[in-house]
């Protein structure tokens, strides 16, 4: 296949182009720059520029694009930022879709666990309802957005949430103070994290892309449920360290305001049945398993 990738330079967008070169696919990257090789194209999302006769040679698009929302805490012109970054993304692409004399197949889009907001001890399935919240709001709006492409084009949402990985993402931060023995839980650290590993994360892109009855919305997390506490201490059991000291929750807010509130405090507890029920294995489905690859050298 040739996939068209929006948001290759990103943590997820790296390991998906590793691993379809594996697989023998060719990636094709979307730059807002001149591209300067042949697998890569130009475009511009803020004036919604994307020549539509790329689309005819490609058979799948896999939409990532899309400011961090890791960068706290997030100020009126951040949050303006990560909306733009997701909405005109996606709208570009599908505006190029439609416009083609010959689509893509498949068009994988980009969403997030934060469509659910903060749920408490609930079982989120891809059938709960929108929750509250800027995340909430910004993901909705996003896949509105990837569900304009036309009709003969099968539209997956993938609702990513916490991805594990060795440097960068959720744990750039954490697993520094881990492995210095000055971490600890976030909050009351009952709070429910979900989590996939990285390498999961993008094998469940192929996965979908290659799966002609997928559509829709598919949560990308890992089959067992985690704590923030449990997640916290299985990293700790498996670099040998102690995770004692805890960060209270007024400490996060004052620092990171709403960004602590709906990224480290909120609580989600996400069913993998429906991506399960596709016939994906996971490569790392418990907890333990994920942390032991993570700290893996």
Not at 7 to 34: N, Y
Request: charged share 25%.
């Amino acid at each position: 296949m040739r996939v068209l990738i929006s948001g290759a330079s990103g943590l997820i967008g790296t390991e998906l182009q590793k691993q379809l070169l594996v697989s023998g696919h060719t990636p094709v990257f979307l730059v807002r720059r001149e591209a300067r090789k042949e697998n890569e194209v130009q475009w511009d999302p803020n004036t919604l520029t994307l020549d539509p006769q790329v689309l005819e040679s490609i058979d799948a698009v896999v939409n990532l694009a899309g400011a961090t929302t890791g960068k706290l805490p997030w100020t009126k012109k951040y949050k303006e930022e990560l909306v733009a970054s997701r909405i005109n993304s996606t709208k570009t692409i599908v505006q190029a879709i439609a416009k083609a004399k010959k689509r893509p197949k498949v068009l994988v889009s980009g969403s997030a666990s934060g469509i659910y907001g903060d749920c408490g001890d609930t079982w989120l399935t891809e059938s709960s309802p929108k929750g509250e919240g800027f995340l909430a709001d910004l993901a909705s709006q996003w896949e509105q957005e990837a569900m304009k492409a036309p009709e003969d084009v099968r539209v997956v949402l993938v609702r990513t949430t916490m991805v594990l990985s060795r440097k960068l993402g959720a744990l750039g931060r954490l697993l520094p103070l881990i492995r210095l023995g000055i971490g600890g839980r976030l909050g009351s650290g009952k709070q429910w994290w979900a989590w996939i590993s990285l390498p999961d994360e993008a094998r469940a892109i192929i996965h979908l892309i290659n799966t002609a009855s997928a559509t829709g919305p598919y949560n990308l997390t890992a089959p067992e449920p985690a704590t923030a506490k449990e997640l916290i201490d299985e990293l700790g059991r498996q670099l040998k360290r102690p995770t004692v000291i805890p960060v209270p929750a007024f400490a996060l807010k004052l620092a990171f305001r709403e960004g602590a509130q709906e990224l480290l405090l909120c609580s989600q507890k996400m069913s993998a049945e429906r991506l399960l029920s596709t016939g994906f294995v996971f490569e790392h489905p418990t907890l333990k398993a994920a942390c032991s690859w993570v700290v893996k050298r």
